[in-house]
């Protein structure tokens, strides 16, 4: 492509003698009335078409103000194109909806058909001040400076600016140091970790079904089945809390959310890894819900791939090769939980997770 | 400062050397004047606001659709904020636990964090609770898409030139707040859906560098998740974000007054002044009545289509299985991010672990985008160099390069947005996950070069076409038949003032490239950086169409009289090159 500067207009200049370079601004075009500019009955034609949307309006008022009071908070109607839906949600947004758009119409439509339309100019004025207004501010502050002495007096100078530049410090310490605990070794720390006293010390933890809460009998894990679980000790938490006269329910979406565990049975021999089939028990293994991604709970199982996939982001992590990811933004593998059964034929964890399940941070 | 400088105890003394400043007393004012009586010339009498208002009223604003936009995210938040302030009369933003006594059956008996209970009483047992819940959100999303879209044409038409770099910087900061005090928002009501992004954030901020678990702490108030995340950012969501919009938007409008709105090009619009029509009583009545549209059709949306449904997901709990969980879809561009970045940016240093992999796509992406648009406007002053005030928009196609690099963004926006959906593009298409985000990953990529090209093409075609119309006139469809047997379709001039808008356009020359030795042959770093500099106003500015001259107009009607029409493309090339 040939640059088109001014070599370009000069050539054409030279071709045809006095012609100017550029086009000249032909000015605003000449105004078209409006045909209720001139006609009367127009303008009356208009007239009515804004009262009769500002009339609508009131009408809707009306009729939000009725349906408020008259129609039954319960009932469903079906609508068209939406299907069954709350009559009482959409008779008020209907009304309400009317009863405002009409408002803009109307002054919308006066706007268009009566009020002028004759375009206005307004010159704009360069932004910038004078240079003696410039002059003058910059004379204002210096001398102000002066007044104050501010450029004799460093010790003033030096101290207020340690002063102005320290007295934040409180409030941002009071903020950044009240904030939250700083206890954070406890991200490593789960439920399943077997407790060293109190009354349970030194006991496998159950894996109970969730949300039944109930134990699981080894035989009843079917193989290619899945089961989401949580820790016994999840009950000694909410006990503890009754005792120490706190509500049942704190801290326990604390200890869920890392303690969370999906458990499937596999033929012995489809295992790849052989630390995933020891640590499990005649094919059934366990692992971390917890995505060591960012966290979502990891829980739909593929059974023909043996794959376990998190809906978040899509990391897919292969229960023949000890939960490695196969696919997605994870890098880790999920913690597996080693389990055993107890004297009853219950499914338990005789030890905690081996190292930090959830996502990753800089000291796990 | 008068007054001050006044010597005192000069005469007259006593109480009437008070008085004399007084202006004497004026005889009744008749006419228009005496309009301003009652409360609005008792205010006058002590504010003295008649002087700016008639100033102020008379102001005068250019009329198109695309200026539209603007007010349609002002007039949305304005509705989130009064609807807001309806749902904190309901709402308990806390996250301790209490049974469900409510209406809503499916739920009854069930364990639930009191912020959960709330937003299902304020939906099902509230008169009209869920209307304003419903415009709330819709408001929301509306806000969203009106200031992005808003800024693209902010953008497209150069309308962030200079003088206007600092609202356009205002501007981008009040999109960031805007998908930030809409995450906070939405993650409130303590759902099933929310709790999941809850969840996510927490994981991004482990990932950051050596204080990772800390920031988590502290913000979380201890573990995950806590009782302290949805009162803190309720605090955000009601206080803090909207106190910032608000300033920010107050300063972002006065400096439109300041400025005065920016207008297209056309026939009457010069540099120098601004053709529309007056505040009052048009704009007045233009602008009111657009409010009450834009209210009246998020409240119908809302009357007529569900967002966010939050008794179909239940009370957040961390082990249910959320499956297709995406966030709103301003988000989604974030989420497709993690979505596409591999593990294998988790790198293990030494005993500690360092994850890229969520880092660079949850902590750097959109300071990272949000500051790469904030500076734009700078970025391209300094490769144009130019250094004028500028009133008058761009026709985008006169911008090639600005508009393909705009259109490169979008092109990137999308995939990443596609990224956050790629499950259920996985499920709609029948497509492995796996192949559509590794197609993904490799459009990243390629996607933003292709569509710049495309676009700058398209652009410089555009440009070529005007030329051809105002060259060679409107097809009028008449054919015309030759003495000889030729036909020739009969073209219609065009008026001058449809002309005017094709040829006002200026033609940016780019930066030479001067020696880079210095007077002793030397190469010199300064000049290094001017190189630097012209290379990027060769890649700014080459290739551009300038518009017809009069003397080229002249010369296509004395060519067109004998000859065919030249085509689009050799129009560009009237006149000899240069090489
Ligand atoms: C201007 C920008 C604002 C945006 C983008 C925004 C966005 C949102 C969103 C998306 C939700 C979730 C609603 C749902 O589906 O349940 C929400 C909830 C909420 N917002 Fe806002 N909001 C804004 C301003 C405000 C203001 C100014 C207030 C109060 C003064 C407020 C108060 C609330 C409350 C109390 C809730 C929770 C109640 C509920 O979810 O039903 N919002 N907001
Ligand atoms: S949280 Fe599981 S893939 Fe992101």
């Known amino acids: 492509m040939s640059e088109h500067g001014t070599t370009h207009d000069e050539v054409s200049r030279a071709a045809t003698g006095t012609l100017p370079q550029r086009f000249d601004d032909p000015g605003l075009p000449p105004h078209v009335p409006r045909q209720a500019d001139h006609d009367e009955s127009a303008a009356k034609r208009a007239e009515r078409q804004v009262a009769v949307m500002f009339g609508l309006s009131i009408v809707s008022t009306v009729a939000f103000l009725v349906a408020y009071f008259a129609v039954d908070q319960r009932s469903t109607v079906f609508f068209p194109g939406i299907g069954s839906t709350n009559a009482y949600h959409l008779v008020l947004g209907v009304t309400l909806a009317l009863s405002l758009l009409m408002i803009g119409l109307g002054a919308v439509h006066w706007a268009k058909t009566l009020m002028p339309d004759h375009e206005v100019v307004e010159e704009r004025h360069p932004l910038r001040s004078s240079d003696e207004d410039r002059e003058h501010a910059v004379a204002t502050i210096l001398d102000g400076g002066d007044a104050a002495q501010l450029p004799r007096r460093n010790m003033i100078k030096y101290s207020l600016g340690g002063a102005l530049g320290l007295f934040s410090l409180p409030l941002v310490l009071q903020v950044a140091g009240s904030l939250g605990p700083t206890n954070v070794s406890e991200l490593a720390e789960t439920l399943w970790d077997i407790p060293t006293e109190g009354k349970h010390a030194g006991k496998p933890i159950r894996l109970m079904r969730d949300p039944q809460n109930t134990p699981i009998k080894a035989e009843e894990v079917a193989i290619g089945s899945v089961f989401h679980v949580l820790p016994e000790s999840l009950d000694w938490h909410k006990e503890e809390n009754v005792e120490a006269g706190r509500a049942e329910w704190k801290g326990v979406l604390d200890e869920k959310a890392k303690a969370a565990v999906i458990l499937v049975r596999l033929d012995p021999k489809d295992f790849v890894s052989t630390k995933a089939r020891d640590w499990g028990y005649q094919g059934i293994v366990a692992y971390s819900k917890i995505c060591t991604h960012v966290g979502c709970p990891v829980g739909l199982y593929e059974q023909k791939t043996h794959n376990l996939l998190c809906p978040c982001h899509q990391s897919t992590f292969d229960v023949t090769r000890d939960c490695e990811v196969v696919f997605g933004p994870a890098k880790r593998a999920l913690p597996q939980l080693k389990i055993t059964v107890d004297a009853d034929g219950y499914l338990v964890a005789p030890e905690g997770f081996k190292e930090p399940v959830g996502p990753s941070y800089w000291e796990r | 400062m008068s007054t001050a400088a006044a010597p005192r105890g000069a005469a007259p003394r006593g109480a009437a050397a008070l008085r004399t400043d007084d202006p004497a007393v004026r005889p009744e004012p008749t006419g228009t004047v005496k309009k301003l009586g009652g409360l609005a010339g008792w205010v006058d009498d002590r504010t003295g606001v008649a002087k700016g208002a008639g100033h102020m009223l008379k102001k005068v604003f250019p009329d198109h659709w695309s200026f539209m936009l603007g007010e349609i995210a002002m007039y949305s938040m304005i509705i989130c904020l009064l609807t807001g302030v309806f749902l904190t009369f309901w709402f308990v933003p806390s996250m301790g636990e209490v049974p469900y006594d409510g209406s809503y059956i499916p739920l009854q008996g069930v364990q639930m964090s009191e912020a959960y209970k709330t937003t299902l009483d304020i939906s099902f047992d509230i008169r009209g609770g869920l209307l304003i819940r419903q415009i709330h959100h819709w408001a929301a999303l509306m806000f969203v898409v009106a200031v992005m879209v808003h800024m693209f044409r902010v953008f497209f038409t150069g309308a962030f030139r200079k003088p206007r770099e600092i609202n356009w910087v205002i501007g981008t900061v009040l999109s960031l707040l805007s998908i930030v005090e809409g995450f906070a928002g939405y993650s409130l009501p303590d759902d099933l859906l929310s709790g999941t992004g809850i969840r996510a954030a927490e994981g991004f901020m482990q990932s950051i560098p050596i204080v990772g678990s800390y920031v988590a702490y502290f913000l979380f108030g201890g573990p995950f998740p806590g009782e302290a995340i949805i009162?803190?950012?309720?605090?955000?969501?009601?206080?803090?974000?909207?106190?910032?919009?608000?300033?920010?938007?107050?300063?972002?409008?006065?400096?439109?007054?300041?400025?005065?709105?920016?207008?297209?090009?056309?026939?009457?619009?010069?540099?120098?002044?601004?053709?529309?029509?007056?505040?009052?009583?048009?704009?007045?009545?233009?602008?009111?009545?657009?409010?009450?549209?834009?209210?009246?059709?998020?409240?119908?949306?809302?009357?007529?289509?569900?967002?966010?449904?939050?008794?179909?997901?239940?009370?957040?709990?961390?082990?249910?299985?959320?499956?297709?969980?995406?966030?709103d879809w301003y988000m989604l561009f974030a989420d497709g991010g993690l979505r596409l970045l591999p593990g294998w940016l988790e790198i293990p240093i030494f005993k500690w672990t360092l994850s890229l992999n969520v880092a660079i796509g949850a902590l750097l992406l959109i300071p990272v985008m949000y500051t790469l648009i904030g500076i734009y406007p700078f970025l391209e002053a300094w490769v144009t160099g130019d250094k004028r005030e500028h009133h008058l928009l761009d026709r985008p196609r006169n911008a090639p390069v600005r508009t393909a690099l705009g259109a490169a963004f979008i092109a990137e926006y999308f995939v990443l947005a596609m990224a956050g959906v790629n499950d259920i593009l996985a499920i709609k298409f029948h497509l492995a996950i796996n192949s559509i985000t590794r197609a993904l990953q490799l459009l990243f990529f390629v996607l933003p070069v292709i569509v710049f090209w495309v676009t700058k093409r398209l652009c410089l075609s555009l440009q070529r076409a005007d030329r051809n119309l105002v060259l060679h006139g409107r097809e009028t469809g008449n054919i015309y038949r030759s003495a000889d047997g030729e036909f020739t379709e009969i073209h219609e001039p065009l008026d001058p003032y449809r002309r005017w808008t094709l040829v006002q356009h200026e033609v940016g020359t780019p930066l030479a490239l001067g020696s880079t030795k210095d007077a002793n042959g030397v190469e010199s770093p300064l000049s290094k950086k001017a190189r630097r500099r012209a290379r990027w106003s060769q890649f700014y500015f080459r290739d551009s169409v300038a518009p017809v001259t009069p003397a080229e107009l002249a010369a296509a009607h004395h060519h067109g009289e004998h000859d065919a029409l030249p085509s689009a493309e050799s129009a560009t090339h009237v006149g000899p090159s240069e090489h």
């Open chain 2, 231 to 327: 009162p803190r950012f309720y605090t955000a969501h009601v206080l803090i974000i909207p106190a910032i919009l608000i300033g920010l938007f107050t300063a972002h409008l006065l400096l439109v007054m300041v400025h005065k709105h920016t207008q297209y090009p056309g026939p009457g619009r010069t540099n120098s002044n601004v053709v529309g029509f007056p505040l009052m009583p048009v704009y007045m009545a233009k602008a009111g009545g657009f409010f009450f549209i834009v209210f009246g059709a998020i409240a119908l949306v809302s009357a007529l289509f569900t967002i966010n449904p939050i008794w179909a997901y239940g009370p957040y709990d961390p082990s249910p299985v959320t499956a297709g969980s995406q966030p």
